[in-house]
């Protein structure tokens, strides 16, 4: 389910310098108008609106809505794929692809997809995206008339709209419930309490709990320079240049590394 | 708390790290529970198939990570080398690779259990004299002192453990020293008796990075021993289990 057309963003991107320009993004800035006068796009605004406050992020608006009115989203999606019918029809041509980010650094973007374990994407408009690890996402490729480019967009799991019916456009998406996408999205229901093994463990919890361990301890993740490459962070204080750095794949002062 | 014994700084997660997580253990679902251990009535019984139906224990556990450290950065290593020959400048790549949590995330870890869970001696378990378990003294966080069920271990997920401690450079060697005799060779090399009958002090051990079951003793008169250790495997004698121990 696409938050917001595929084709408005690819309208709002596509240069309209030159009358050639203009009359390539014509048919798109005309579905774009069409659509913000249907009923379902009044609707959804509607219950949007709302939820604009302040420090508002793409991933609490669809949050929002999702729950308050899927209906709204479902009607808004069968106008879109209209829109999106007529377009490609004159020209436009809109790849979309289902993934679920797994990391965001700068302007990378690494998803996974139905087919594809992990893919490395630098999208035009990451910058504009409060993109977290697990939100879903709509990878678009947009063609028109020789241009083309990459979006990423927000979505709502699929296991979300369970009613929403898949069309022929949405051949890459995996299938609303049942499926193994389903499968990562809903947690298995059957939880199993798990208590403390002994004193030391509660005690442990107890140290969390009242923060008597610094943050730093907790980080599972940090690797520090101790785990970079001697001649590695001798590239990273200038020392080296970048492109005569030689990975050794050893910490320095180990021998068994 | 020993400054010997624990680091101050947190820095990379490293082997001896002490975590808090999940701990499982896969049991018949059938047969009693081990001794000292009660059975969960809400543990998950699994179906086996052609094998007996098994039962998994998951209990909050304290635990000392036991993978080597370059184990727990081998992926991150790979991206870093990956995302640099891809053309990302280091910094980035490391930055990249840092941020990515799919790497390294599964950690071997053993649980840490209170001096009043073990059978043996605590005091023979602080001299290093009983294999298979490590000592750790008092810690803040632990509130008291503990011991490493070396012999026991898990595979957890990073993303749902927590650190509270580590240890220093000399006491994680302690604590290698002792899963090597856990897990390898349960008999230390006897150093002393190689001096005393060479006449002369071992100053030196190199190990073979390609091999390292294969290791040179340096000794003070200049003299260097190449040997060889296969893993121990086990003193023939006494009482030994039937074919029976395995169904």
Known sequence: ?257 | MSDDFYRREPGPLSQGDVVLAPFARLMAADADPPRGMELDPDGLRLDGGDLPDARVIVKLSACMVVSHDCQLDKEFNREVTRLHRDGMPVRDARDAAEGDRTLDRWVVVAPILGPDEIAADLAAVARGDVVGLFHLPHHDALGGEGVVDLAVKATVDRLICRRAAGLTAAAADLMRSALMRTDLARRPIGLAEVERALGTKLVDITVDQKSPVRATLHFANGEALAIARPPHAGTPGGTARTERSAP
């Open chain 1, 1 to 257: 389910m696409i938050f917001w057309p595929t084709f408005a963003f690819a309208g709002m991107a596509a240069p309209t310098r030159t009358p050639a320009e203009r009359e390539t993004v014509a048919p798109v800035l005309d579905a774009c108008e069409r659509l913000y006068r249907t009923e379902a796009f009044i609707d959804f605004s509607a219950c949007v609106r709302p939820h604009l406050r302040r420090g508002w992020t793409f991933t609490s608006v669809l949050a929002a809505v999702r729950d308050e009115a899927p209906d709204v989203l479902v009607a808004l999606h069968l106008e879109i794929k209209g829109c999106e019918r007529d377009l490609r029809e004159r020209g436009l041509g809109i790849e979309s692809r289902l993934g679920r980010v797994i990391h965001v650094a700068g302007d990378v973007v690494v998803i996974s997809g139905k087919d594809e374990i992990r893919r490395r994407l630098t999208p035009v408009n990451v910058r504009h995206l409060d993109l977290r690890p697990d939100m879903w996402v709509v990878r678009e490729r947009v063609s028109l008339r020789g241009h083309s480019g990459e979006l990423l967009l927000p979505a709502v799991a699929p296991t979300a709209l369970p009613d929403l019916p898949v069309s022929a456009a949405d051949d890459d998406l995996p299938a609303a419930a049942g499926g193994e996408d389903a499968a990562m999205a809903e947690p298995s229901q059957r939880v199993l309490a798990v208590r403390p093994a002994n004193a030391l463990a509660s005690n442990l919890v107890r140290a969390f709990a009242t923060e008597n361990v610094a943050k730093d301890w907790t980080s599972m993740w940090g690797r520090g320079e101790g785990r970079v490459y001697a001649d590695a962070r001798e590239a990273m204080s200038g020392t080296v240049p970048d492109d005569e750095v030689a990975l050794t794949h050893r910490r320095a002062g180990s021998e068994t590394w």
